[in-house]
């Protein structure tokens, strides 16, 4: 059984900073990729960024420049960086990671939400 906790979410004015955390557990022998996405109200749930286990990232181009993508494979953990924030961020965000458990298998977390006020 693999699990997922995020946190870090919050309400930030515009221009300010988050970090959002995503920590697996349970029986997890390593983790594969990892992404966070988001979802606005009445918008389709869409990729923010990822990172590949050798650690190359790639992200959306709305957040470029302002998101960073890690991770820590020791505490099996993706974080996301976010600066400059906008309202245009505020959505739930999820953290999507491919985990090699008894078998492989793509989990979600349970969501954060964020808001950026303006």
């Known amino acids: 059984q693999v699990q997922l906790v995020e946190s870090g979410g919050g309400l930030v004015q515009a221009g300010g900073s ?6 697996a557990s349970g029986r ?34 709305s957040v470029k420049g302002r998101f960073t993508i890690s991770r820590d494979n020791a505490k099996n953990t993706v974080y996301l960086q976010m600066n400059s924030l906008k309202p245009e961020d505020t959505a739930v965000y999820y953290c999507n990671l491919v985990v090699v458990a ?10 954060t939400q964020v808001t950026v006020s303006s």
């Open 18 to 23: 988050l970090r959002l955390s995503c920590a």
């Open 28 to 61: 997890v022998f390593s983790i594969n990729d990892m992404a966070w996405y988001r979802q606005a109200p009445g918008k389709q749930r869409e990729m923010v960024a990822h990172i590949s286990s050798g650690g190359s990232t790639n992200y959306a181009d």
């Open 102 to 111: 008894a078998g492989v298998g793509r989990y979600w977390g349970q969501g």
